[in-house]
């Protein structure tokens, strides 16, 4: 089953925020994490997905059909909510036989389907206990069976690991992504950590104020954002602020550096994105974009350090594993992306 | 900390005791305790036609009074939980806290003033009572519901089981209900013990033939004091059952809640 977005457009009634024309599609099996600061509208995407807000605008097609005016009810989603929102008198048992129950399926074919689902999040074992005897992360799997028992044609995950502590996050993240492509399905996923977006999903779709900034997998968020607004909420970034020399050469803050201009005119300002563990310790062979300055923080992080370096009023930051002191870096040309100079 | 505690139980329950000693006491005047023991003030309170009359009223008020908030209540906390506007539910919050503040002297006379009209002349019938106690009631078993709808996150109970693909009756009955059984029973016994308590509205708006319990207990204080301690004790006893019923459904309810 594929799920497609099409111009999907919602404001808030008394409030300017919501979604403006969001379009993307998810395709059979794939796991596509939407993510963006709070308040960007990422959880109104997966309400409008779901069925418990209308459109303003636009479409949502679930296998080419058009379902936006589907009530919730109909729309066979299967959603895992933040808090997991488990029926807290029933056992994990009764909660995952509901959509069941609700479907008229026999008693005996239920309690059947609802073991095997809890046995695939490893929790049979635990089938008559309720809500409230299970820890945070049995809740969680409990949610993601129920979720699924009833072979839904999409799967939405709302921040699911947030209220998760770190160790059993990482741990989780795993056991979902195994029992979403076991069932192969469509599956869209809020998150407000980036870690977990990246980790877990073939594609990644950036939001900000409403709108949709960037869609592509993991790696060309993080490699090639398309905008500075992308660069700065994926990863650490330093956005240097510049004006084009000509073709191969940029003015900056650090002086005249050398980097593809992309094709934009000279005397055009320019922001050049450079990744932290992308600047490299020394001197250039060539000479070439070298950076001389002092270190005003060096925080160490276990397997690295991040460095503040200041020149020319500027500050650069750098991701380094060796020890020692630093004074003098480069930019290699390779490392440097030209982005438009957005507010 | 022990000593205050022991204090105030002392004083809550030295008046109990000695109503309850009072009541098998076959003389008292002018002494510390009564002396000698018998039944027949309870015989007498039994034998009493107004006394037993009054008995079966305030039981048939209390239970209309909880029928009526149960049904009443638990569709209006709902509404007041899920409206949306804040104004409404802030309006809706003052409004139904009112009854708890505002004096019953003063709920009795407007009741007395509207029910004594032509258009509504029923200013002693048995339902005006109803409604009267209704009004009292209502409040404290929507602060119990409201408080534990909120405390579920009913919201996004129903949410989900809207999402696995439950209708609105089917929500109710198989989410709604069953998650607010304990503040529904708890805020329910708090109402039924409101209302066989409840003495100065009653006062004012019962009639002679539908006077509740605690208002013909008031002639007896100007008898006996055997007699008065006896008919006092049955109220005391009907109050207890209530209470211990209402601490048994809260507890299931605050072992739920704490396990959550």
Redo the contacts between chains.
């Keep these: 089953m594929s799920l497609v977005l099409d111009g999907l457009t919602y404001t808030y009634p008394s409030s300017q925020a919501g979604v403006r024309d969001v379009s993307f599609e998810i395709r059979p099996g794939e796991l596509l994490a939407v993510i963006g600061p709070s308040g960007c509208g990422k959880t109104t995407i997966l309400k409008l997905v779901?069925?418990?807000l209308r459109p303003d605008g636009g479409r949502i097609l679930v296998d080419g059909v058009d379902a936006s005016d589907t009530p919730?009810?109909?729309?066979?989603?299967?959603?895992v909510?933040q808090?997991y929102?488990?029926?807290?008198?029933m056992s994990a048992l009764q909660n995952v036989a509901?959509?069941l129950r609700?479907?008229g399926v026999a008693a005996s074919e239920r309690r059947t389907r609802a073991l095997e689902a809890l046995g695939l999040v490893g929790l049979a074992r635990e089938a008559e206990r309720?809500?409230?005897?299970l820890s945070g992360g049995q809740q969680q799997r409990v949610a993601l069976a129920?979720?699924l028992v009833?072979r839904p044609r999409a799967l939405l995950l709302d921040e699911p690991l947030s209220a998760l502590d770190a160790a059993r996050r990482v741990e989780t993240r795993d056991e979902i992504l195994r029992v979403q492509k076991a069932a192969g399905i469509a599956t869209l996923h809020i998150t407000h950590d980036q870690e977990e977006a990246l980790s877990m999903a073939d594609r990644v779709a950036v939001m900000g104020e409403g709108r949709l900034l960037q869609v592509g997998t993991p790696r060309e968020i993080y490699e090639r954002p398309a905008s500075r607004a992308v660069a700065s909420f994926v990863g650490h970034a330093n956005l240097i602020p510049g004006t084009v020399r000509d073709a191969g050469s940029i003015d900056t803050p650090f002086g005249l550096l050398a980097a593809s201009s992309a094709g934009r005119a000279p005397g055009s300002a320019v922001t050049l994105l450079v990744r932290p563990e992308r600047v490299a310790l020394g001197p250039a062979p060539d000479g070439l974009n070298t950076v001389q300055g002092a270190v005003v923080r060096d925080r160490y992080l276990g397997s690295l350090r991040r460095l503040d370096l200041e020149a020319g009023g500027h500050r650069l930051t750098v991701e380094t594993a060796q020890a020692g002191e630093v004074s003098t870096v480069h930019l290699p040309p390779s490392a440097i992306q030209v982005l438009a100079a957005e507010a | 900390m022990g000593a205050v505690t022991a204090l105030y139980i002392a004083y809550l329950l030295t008046p109990i005791a000695l109503l309850a000693i009072g009541s098998v006491g076959a003389t008292w005047s002018n002494t510390m305790l009564p002396e000698g023991t018998t039944l027949r003030w309870f015989e007498a309170v039994l034998a009493d036609r107004s006394f037993r009359q009054a008995f079966w009223t305030s039981l048939v008020v209390c239970a209309a009074t909880v029928a009526i908030c149960a049904l009443v209540g638990t569709p209006l906390a709902y509404a007041l939980y899920a409206a949306a506007s804040r104004k409404i539910r802030l309006a809706a919050r003052i409004l139904h806290l009112l009854p708890v503040a505002v004096p019953a002297v003063v709920l009795g006379f407007g009741f007395m003033l509207v029910f004594s009209t032509d258009a509504l002349p029923y200013l002693g019938s048995t339902w005006v009572l109803v409604g009267g106690h209704v009004v009292l009631g209502l409040p404290y078993l929507l602060q119990a519901l409201i408080g534990d709808m909120r405390h579920?996150?009913l919201e996004?109970?129903e949410?989900?089981?809207?999402?696995?693909?439950?209708?609105f009756p089917?929500r109710f009955r198989?989410?709604v209900l069953?998650?607010l059984?304990h503040s529904l029973l708890s805020g329910s016994i708090m109402v039924a013990a409101l209302s066989i308590g409840e003495f100065q509205l009653s006062n004012l708006i019962a009639g002679f033939l539908n006077r509740t319990y605690p208002i013909v207990l008031l002639q007896a204080f100007y008898g006996a004091t055997g007699f008065a301690c006896a008919a006092t004790v049955v109220l005391i006893a009907l109050a207890v059952l209530a209470s211990v019923t209402g601490a048994v459904a809260a507890r299931g309810a605050a072992v739920?809640g704490a396990?959550?």
Aim: aromatic share 10%.
């Design positions: 779901a069925g418990f919730a009810r109909a729309r066979g989603m299967g959603v909510f808090s929102a488990l029926f807290p008198h509901y959509p609700i479907r309720r809500p409230a005897q129920r979720a009833f | 579920l996150g996004r109970l949410l989900a089981a809207e999402s696995l693909g439950a209708s089917q198989d989410v069953p998650a059984r739920r396990a959550a």
